[in-house]
């Protein structure tokens, strides 16, 4: 894998040098070749001084330029002479000072090859054969707009110097950016490869690889581990979830199985034509028959409505109605049941009537789970005072100075299918009334928390908004 990433990178480097090289030398081309040719007055300026005797006409035995010519030169700023055959000059126009009037053979050469020979001018020769005589011209451009450079090679050293130039401009380049690439690109690839590595971990399921979090892949390093960290309490949260939920099973199918052993036992019984029962007995069987299929269903209830509110598929029907009332006539319904009737609950409110919009069957569910919650885990000496408030919010508190929870029953307090080691066992219940309590009040826009200290007490807070 690092060889593969590290060849690709190369492979990369050396590409972009070559197109970086082609690209330069195209655009050197278009500036120092191309460009030349850019502007018409400039250009084809040897053309211009070799096809200038066009612009030379004869006048009573002299030589001279046309307007038209004159036009052209004055174009290019340029000047002119006009030699005769032994090379005195017979015309000239706006000729320097620096130019003389007789011209050698040797030096119309030397003043054609090198621009400045002639100061700051660039000079170009011809010939104008009029009436059978040749007339030599001197064309002197400004150096600044044309000059002359030259070039000398040897023909037989030519394709060497090519190769030597190729090397210079394209190998040299390559390795060097091979080189320098060899040494970037093992700086990219091995954190990349540590991160794959790392990827493979974690779908693996291990989460204890951790990445120094410096250089240039700082902020990956540190999500990295983020995630590895995030990952790892999720999965230790998963497997304290299932095996929740596995003795949450584990005891849901002990709690079915011992009423409907009790409902077929007492149905058989019932049923033996063998077994004469009296009136008095069927009526008591039927009664424990009823009792155990009712709590089987309250079980099954509260299974579905989780499943309902964890989807949001129940229906809020909310309405106006007196909060204080409400939760008085479950106080009420409690100290009602005879089971419980000795309990001391101590209700108080600040308000004879607080107004607000809930569902009264749901609303009545939550409130129910926790008083009840708070009855059964505690001994009957224990009191449980409930108190509502309206402040800028509505707030109920449920208190008792019962046994308490340890911090890993409160830390697990709401999960589904938990249920506390303190609860007793006639009171085990389903394991779902204090998440369900929870969604219900959640559902509501409010919001629950839960306070205690083991052999102090527990205080429940519901705030609705």
Excluded at 61 to 66: E, F, R
Excluded at 332 to 353: A, C, G, H, M, T
Excluded at 373 to 402: F, Q
Excluded at 410 to 434: A, P
Aim: hydrophobic share 40%; proline share 2%.
């Amino acid at each position: 894998m690092k060889r593969k990433i590290l060849l690709r990178f190369l492979l990369i480097i050396v590409l972009s040098v070559i197109i970086i090289l082609n690209i330069s030398m195209f655009v050197q081309y278009k500036f120092l070749v191309e460009s030349q040719n850019g502007d018409e007055k400039w250009s084809y300026v040897k053309n211009f001084s070799l096809n200038f005797q066009q612009y030379i006409v004869q006048k009573d035995g002299k030589p001279i330029v046309t307007e038209a010519g004159i036009r052209e030169l004055h174009i290019r700023s340029a000047w002119i002479q006009i030699l005769d055959e032994e090379g005195y000059e017979v015309y000239n126009l706006r000729k320097p000072k620096e130019a003389l009037s007789h011209y050698a053979p040797s030096q119309m050469v030397y003043y054609n090859i090198y621009s400045g020979a002639i100061k700051d001018y660039t000079i170009y020769s011809g010939t104008a054969k009029i009436n059978n005589y040749r007339w030599s011209y001197i064309i002197g451009f400004p150096m600044n707009k044309v000059a002359k450079y030259i070039f000398e090679f040897s023909p037989e050293k030519i394709k060497t110097n090519i190769f030597k130039a190729l090397i210079c401009l394209l190998i040299v380049p390559i390795m060097v950016f091979i080189v320098t690439g060899y040494i970037f690109g093992r700086n990219i690839a091995n954190p990349i490869i540590h991160i794959i590595k790392g990827i493979g971990q974690l779908s693996k399921g291990e989460y204890d690889k951790k990445y120094a979090e410096k250089g240039l892949y700082k902020e990956v390093y540190s999500s990295f581990n983020n995630l590895s960290s995030i990952l790892k309490t999720n999965e230790v949260e998963r497997g304290n979830i299932e095996k929740m939920r596995e003795e949450w099973i584990q005891n849901l199918s002990h709690d079915l199985k011992t009423p409907l052993a009790s409902i077929k036992g007492y149905g058989e019984l019932i049923a033996d034509e063998e077994y004469a029962l009296t009136a008095g007995e069927i009526k008591k069987y039927s009664h424990i028959i009823q009792e155990k299929a009712q709590y089987m269903e309250k079980l099954l209830e509260d299974l579905k409505l989780t499943q309902v509110l964890k989807r949001g598929l129940i229906p809020i029907n909310s309405k106006d109605k007196d909060l204080v009332e409400l939760l008085r006539d479950i106080t009420i319904d409690v100290l009602n049941n005879p089971q419980y009737q000795k309990r001391e609950i101590q209700f108080n409110s600040n308000k004879e009537q607080i107004i607000f919009s809930f569902d009264k069957s749901l609303l009545q569910r939550a409130f129910t789970n926790l008083i009840y919650n708070a009855i059964v885990h505690n001994d009957e000496n224990a009191r449980i005072i409930i108190n509502i408030d309206k402040r800028d919010k509505i707030y109920v508190e449920i208190e008792d100075n019962g046994r308490g929870i340890s911090k890993e029953d409160l830390d697990n307090l709401f999960e589904r299918y938990y249920r506390g080691t303190s609860t007793g066992e006639s009171h085990k219940g389903s394991g779902l009334g204090m998440n369900i309590a929870k969604q219900i009040i959640e559902v509501h826009g409010g919001t629950i928390n839960v306070e205690s200290t083991l052999a102090v007490g527990t205080k429940i807070t519901v705030v609705l908004s």
